[in-house]
């Protein structure tokens, strides 16, 4: 009884160290707070066993050896003597391999430590192995439960920027406190590296009278009338206030600059890897952001989903609340401003934003979901499509993207094969706008079209690919002709996120086909910019398969991308791709379209 009992306080808190490492510094799954709870529970139950069974052994032993001489009895040496010869005579103590019993014979210290087993010598080392894995649950508790009850971030007040265009530039503003009211927005023209500053004088911009909980105390204004290539402030009577720079126009860079410079990422979630010293709303990830943003001189963010993680490390709530809260709480991050305030951002919407790995269409909970959603990010996002589109077009400077939605128009993964003509990532409409997207012909002076994707194109990711492009094949291989049948002299570049890790892929067209090698497709995805990495290996080029390993850097907690995009009248386009990992840069990669040229396999022969 006593060897089970300290068989399953070993087991218990072995489980229990392993689970909550992993759970806090590596993969914060939502699998792993049931676990260490059982484990918990089995470890407490068998470790009170163990000392009971001890405290009874103690109770029932003979007090003297004189006391034992006095009645006649052999004394507590001789009668020490016998037993032990008595058990190591036995077929059970031969039977004795484990660590269990190990530690009941030789009750050395590290055994009580390395597998929280009660101490035979001391109360202290009892307490303080006992007392590690308590700190440990205390631990996964204060992760998974803190931020949610004592940061809601009800009181939340900020203003930040979304999408800017030449002309144009989005504010959103939150403001619970009715004592604010009415909220009023102003900007003004600020000088900038010598750019020309049209008027530094304040201008009114609009004003809202009423705020309720139906917005969650959000509102949405346009700024408009501003001019191109300027650096303007705002402020708000809320005390909110921030800057941004309008875009060039369409063909150009900014006067003065050789090149527009944009960055890229996905997938954050505050205070990981887990500090307990840290405030819980803490992104580590932001902070190595935003030690590059004076340098980089970055034009906007566009960050590719997954800006929350509602299932992770548990789902609380599929109420519209729950989902604000946490939008909320990214928002109230203390690391948020400094990767903002001078920065915009734009967003498109992955999976964690609703359920792992969704492919359910606007079934619930996707009506919560996207409540927060529209409010948060939609409002200030590029225009529509088409109207309640939630895919998005806009073009800036020597660039033109396309914002793809890959959630909400899917059909299911599951269980049709990945080939299936009947399976659909885009639906009919958005499918039919991107590939009007890339056969149409750009302004003079662009040359790059940028397809944004939440998920992976390439389908050299091998875990879990039935979720990224890999399990809907037939609907790939159609944009990619559409891609490689690109105007000549315009690049064609794919950005995506999700998978915690970064690559580089190219997808040069089928040898011998009509498309020139000059038309190959480009796809860059990165992320976590705050999150998990994957501890095994999950990215594998395959012969045959036409999708060429460029690049592949699995490790980080925080990755992002810039990327950069020369000026210039020449006939070629050029791209400068920037990797930077935990803070620092480890990688870049020049990508030149192919010269203006038509006539298939001719193009070849003047670019390569």
């Not at 510094?25 to 676990?35: E, F, Q, V």
């Not at 919560?368 to 400077?397: K, R």
């Amino acid at each position: 009884m006593a060897s089970a009992a300290t068989f399953f306080t070993a087991l218990g808190s072995s489980a229990i160290r392993v689970l909550a490492y992993v759970f806090l510094r590596w993969i914060p799954g939502h699998h792993a707070p049931p676990l260490i709870l059982l484990s918990a529970s089995i470890y407490t139950i068998s470790f009170l066993s163990v000392l009971r069974f001890r405290k009874g052994s103690v109770t029932g032993a003979p007090t003297s050896s004189a006391q034992d001489a006095s009645n006649g009895q052999p004394g507590r040496e001789q009668q020490e003597k016998t037993d032990k010869s008595k058990y190591e005579g036995s077929e059970i103590a031969k039977a004795k391999k484990d660590v269990v019993s190990e530690h009941e014979a030789r009750p050395w210290v590290g055994w009580t430590l390395l597998f929280g087993l009660p101490s035979p010598v001391s109360i202290w080392w009892t307490i303080a192995t006992a007392g590690s894995n308590l700190i440990l649950c205390l631990f996964v508790v204060d992760m998974v439960y803190r931020a949610s009850v004592t940061y809601p971030a009800k009181d939340l007040s900020f203003a930040r920027v979304g999408y800017v265009s030449d002309t144009t530039a989005y504010l959103l503003v939150r403001e619970p406190d009715s004592k604010q009211l009415p909220i009023f927005v102003s900007y003004r023209g600020v000088p900038d590296d010598g750019s020309r500053v049209i008027d530094e004088s304040w201008k009114s911009v609009g004003k809202t009278y009423w705020l309720s909980n139906q917005t969650d105390y959000t509102f949405t204004i346009t700024i408009s009338g501003l001019y191109p290539n300027n650096r303007y402030q705002y402020a708000v009577s809320n005390n909110q206030t921030g800057y941004f720079t309008t875009a060039p126009r369409a063909g150009h860079t900014a006067p003065g600059r050789d090149k527009m410079t944009f960055l890229t990422s996905s997938c954050i979630k505050p205070r990981f890897p887990y500090n307990p010293l840290s405030h819980p709303l803490s992104m580590p990830g932001f902070r190595h952001l935003a030690k590059w943003i004076p340098t980089l001189k970055a034009s906007f963010m566009l960050f590719l989903g997954d800006f929350i993680y509602i299932d992770v490390p548990r789902r609380l709530g599929s109420d519209p609340e729950t989902y604000r809260r946490e939008y909320r709480q990214v928002y109230s991050s203390p690391d948020w401003p400094s990767v903002s305030q001078d920065l915009p951002w734009i967003h498109v919407l992955d999976d964690h934003e609703i359920a792992n790995d969704w492919d359910g269409n606007t079934t619930a909970p996707y009506p919560a979901a996207v409540d927060p959603w529209h409010l948060y990010h939609t409002s200030i996002n590029p225009p529509s499509v088409s109207t309640g589109a939630s895919y998005f077009q806009f073009t800036q400077g020597p660039a033109s993207f396309f914002l793809m939605d890959t959630r909400r128009y899917r059909t299911p993964s599951q269980p049709l094969p990945a080939n299936s003509t009947e399976k659909s990532m885009l639906g009919p409409e958005q499918l039919s706008s991107l590939l009007a997207f890339l056969s149409r012909r750009e302004p003079e002076g662009v040359k790059w079209k940028f397809v944004i994707s939440s998920i992976p194109f390439t389908r050299n990711w091998r875990f879990g690919s039935t979720d990224t492009w890999a399990g809907y094949l037939h609907e790939r291989q159609i944009i990619l002709e559409a891609m490689w049948s690109v105007s000549p002299g315009v690049g064609v570049v794919v950005l995506s996120g999700d998978r915690h890790e970064f690559a580089a892929t190219a997808f040069p067209p089928p040898e011998g086909s009509k498309w020139p090698v000059s038309a190959t497709v480009h796809e860059f995805s990165t992320s976590p910019l705050s999150m998990f990495y994957l501890p095994f290996r999950t990215y594998e080029e395959r012969e045959g398969e036409g999708e060429v390993c460029v690049k592949y850097v699995p490790d980080g907690n925080s990755k992002f991308g810039a990327v950069e995009i020369m000026g210039g009248k020449g006939d070629q386009g050029v791209m400068r791709f920037r990797l930077f990992v935990d803070g620092e840069e480890v990688w870049d990669h020049v990508l030149t379209t192919g010269p203006a040229v038509m006539g298939g396999r001719g193009r070849d022969a003047v670019w390569g």
